[in-house]
């Protein structure tokens, strides 16, 4: 089947953040989509969807939203985030900025005000039907139609397509099809972490303004645990707790009584206890989700489907890049479509040119949450931050880039795999050359810059 055939039945699984905008797309590029959706149209029903609250919307994830032309209108739901504030035990703060030029920083944006936008847009074209509170209960891949239950009628019924797109999420039915169908080889992982994530919130003041620094995202790194911080539209800050299940020290079934809450919190953060009067209602109240990685491959089966975003490559939210690369998904897709004549070669190319990049940030994100809950506050890191600072502020991106500007900033057309092997190289050439006395954080910029490109250098060919 051709991709110039505008007819090309569509379908799909999804309408979450990446299956929106991918509803959208297509129908911009002129084709004929159906959306199914499991939960109720948050437009008008409160849906807790036990995910987190707010996210980190960076350069991939813009670019994706300038495609389709939302990039202005999304801009006015976000709060810029400079860089990390870090707290310590005693309540001491510092600030570390994530990049050293100016104009680079992530934005903290609502999920739910997001995607309602989105699916606002995608509702604007006649050839975009979207279909709530049906549950997919099947999926045959080799003829692209699923099985769902209709809950207007209360009986399943059968969507036929020609081309089945499924971005249904970690727990996708699509991919689980896929895992079963036996003509074909599919290799499949879900790695969880032993920790899981709880949400907090702190309330704006009476007049509606932030009690804490609304520029950044807050850390408050524990070594085994963290707590970290997101601002609101609305004055108030989304909190997230990481911590594990069991174990020694701190652990979510270890604080299970009010007085154990309190003391948890005043032990180990106690600068946040006077921002949050209910503390112990909200702690005992929301759940703790787990966090897990999703890998396989292939993700396009019969060339009728193919699976994108978390439903081909869910991630840990430590980078905050989960959402920014399932929607960079949709650009990489959208160009697969036009640089390909059928719907198989499309599918192909575009699982085999992002499979690398989907790997890389899984493995990154696992990286950043050592990082974030003990590195931010180690001196070694702490003075190598000081140098990218100083380095990013003085030289151009092609000169310089730190690993996480790499990946959160990048130049159009490095990947999350290229972001990862020379951003992992430059941090350990710089951290071997603190620690050998070969550089410290005054030097001449000219001369930092030479020796640490000729240990990156050395590190990479060690590497291979």
Known sequence: MKTTNKKTKILITGAGLCGSLLGLRLAQKGYHVDILEKRPDMRKAVVDGGRSINLALSDRGLAALKLVGLEDKVRELCIPMNGRLIHDVEGNTFASNYSGRDGEYINSISREELNKLLLDEADKYEDVQIDFDDKVTAVDLKNAS?????????????????????????????????????????????????????????????????????????????GGFMLIALPNLDGSFTLTLFMQYDGDGPAFNNINTDQEIKDFFNTYFKDVIEHIPDLVEQYKANP?????????SPWTANSTSLILGDAAHAIVPFYGQGMNASFEDVVVFDEMIDTNETWADAFKSFSTTRKPDADAIADLALDNFVEMRDSVANPNFQLKRQIEMRLESAFAK???????????????????????????????????????????????????????????????????
């Open 146 to 222: 699923v099985t769902y239950y209709d809950s207007e009628t209360g009986t399943d019924k059968e969507w036929k397509a020609d081309i089945l797109l499924g971005t249904d999420g970690a727990g996708s039915v699509v991919r689980k099809a896929m895992m079963k169908q036996r003509d074909f080889l599919f290799s499949h992982s879900m790695n969880w972490l032993p920790h899981g994530y709880k949400e907090l919130s702190i309330p704006p003041t009476a007049d509606g303004k932030w009690r804490i620094e609304k520029n950044f995202l807050h850390i408050w790194p524990r």
């Open 288 to 296: 703790s989700p787990s966090l897990g990685t999703v890998r396989c």
């Open 398 to 464: 092609a000169e310089y880039q730190s690993k996480y500007s790499l990946v959160t900033f990048p130049e159009k057309g490095i990947g999350y795999e290229e972001a990862m092997l020379k951003g992992r190289a430059q941090d350990k050439a710089i951290l071997w050359l603190l620690e050998n006395g070969d550089i410290t954080v005054n030097d001449e910029l000219d001369s930092l810059l030479s020796k640490i490109k000729v240990k990156t250098e050395e590190v990479l060919w060690l590497r291979g």
